[in-house]
Nanobody
């Protein structure tokens, strides 16, 4: 019954911006930290960013620092990823993820995923 629905992806030029959203349902959203992960074509999964249950703590992969901002609105059960200064290497399918359980790692225990939203950065 857990449902995560990503949106906001699309085609953007290098240097451009996109804001991804994830609508969550089927669980108590603010019981969990959340993450964004991505998968480029032909490559493995890459962790992008994470946020604590309250939104007060945020974490980023090194290559995303200064360019991406993760946020959440617990009143609306939504997660967001603001992506600025996009590069061609950011091209990937982006997924929001929920940990397997409340005691599991936000960073690694990706028990629930959405269908993903495709981001293509190209001129």
């Amino acid at each position: 019954e857990v449902q995560l629905v990503e949106s906001g992806g699309g085609l953007v030029q290098p240097g451009g911006s996109l804001r991804l959203s994830c609508a969550a349902s089927g669980f108590t959203f603010d019981d969990y930290g959340m993450s964004w992960v991505r998968q480029a074509p032909g490559k493995g999964l890459e962790w992008v960013s994470a946020i604590s249950w309250s939104g007060r703590s945020t974490y980023y992969a090194e290559s995303m620092k200064g360019r991406f901002t993760i946020s959440r609105d617990n009143a609306k059960n939504t997660l967001h990823l603001q992506m600025n200064s996009l590069k061609s290497e950011d091209t990937a399918v982006y997924y929001c993820t929920k940990p397997t359980g409340r005691g599991d790692s936000t960073f690694t225990a990706f028990g629930s995923w959405g269908q993903g939203t495709h981001v293509t950065v190209s001129s």
